[in-house]
């Protein structure tokens, strides 16, 4: 399976986001991970959709959208619109599941569910026929800079799960990842790394990038 690196732009220069959106495909990044909180589901606020609308216009990256918000039902058609190629939503929201995968799916976006670590992999065996991704995360959702919470064992039960019945499906890990914990990750299975202060403070992007989605 191939690996990807999705680059959290909650870590990027808020200010400079143009130039830093020309520093992700320069070097090579896969795809750009767009933290969505509404400070009900999650206790902090981000961006919405007038910058992913902006962002989409700057580039031809993968926009990868991760929503920590409480109703995204309601939401995910303008998300789509507005250039989410990939839509995860939370299972722990407050939105029917399967109306949500639907909603997703007819909007011609990519769909994943997102788990929080608490929720085990079972919660999502009887989506996977209907998904592209399951996001597992990492951190409790809410803040970037946290430290990883090893979800080894959830994240080989799915991929595992996915094997057995032949989904054709990602895992996402999204809070904490490094080149220590990306190792952790890949072995149990995950194979798009999202990484926010990590990436962002490297040096050296494109060597980190490739030392994240190396296999192992
Ligand atoms: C946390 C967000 C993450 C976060 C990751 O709720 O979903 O995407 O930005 O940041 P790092 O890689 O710094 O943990
Ligand atoms: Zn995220």
């Known amino acids: 399976m191939k690996n990807y690196v999705s680059a959290s732009v909650l870590s990027a220069d808020m200010l400079s986001f143009g130039d830093e959106i020309k520093k992700l495909e320069k070097n090579g990044i896969d795809m750009l991970h767009f933290d969505v909180m509404d400070g009900i589901f999650v206790n902090n606020i ?5 910058v992913l609308e902006r962002m989409n216009r700057e580039t031809d990256i993968v926009l990868d959208v991760h929503l920590m918000i409480t109703d995204p039902l ?12 990939i839509i ?5 929201s407050e939105s029917d599941t399967m109306e949500t995968i639907n909603a997703i799916r007819e909007s011609g976006a990519k769909t994943a569910l997102a788990i ?4 085990p992999a079972k919660a999502v065996y009887e989506y996977m026929p209907y998904l592209d991704m399951v996001l597992v995360m990492t951190v409790e959702p809410g803040f970037s800079g946290q430290k990883f919470m090893d979800m080894s064992d959830k994240i080989s039960k799915i991929r595992k ?11 996402e890990v999204d809070g904490g990842i490094n080149d220590v914990t990306s190792e952790t990750v890949k072995k149990a299975g995950a194979n798009v790394l999202v990484s926010g202060s990590y990436l962002f403070k490297a040096e050296d992007m494109k060597e980190t990038a490739n030392k994240l989605r190396s296999d192992v």
């Open 46 to 50: 981000t961006f919405g959709l007038p």
């Open 74 to 85: 309601k939401y995910v058609k303008r998300f789509a619109e507005n250039g989410a190629d």
């Open 88 to 92: 995860s939503f939370h299972i722990e």
């Open 116 to 119: 929080k670590p608490a929720t």
């Open 161 to 171: 799960y996915a094997d057995e019945n032949g989904y054709d499906v990602d895992i």
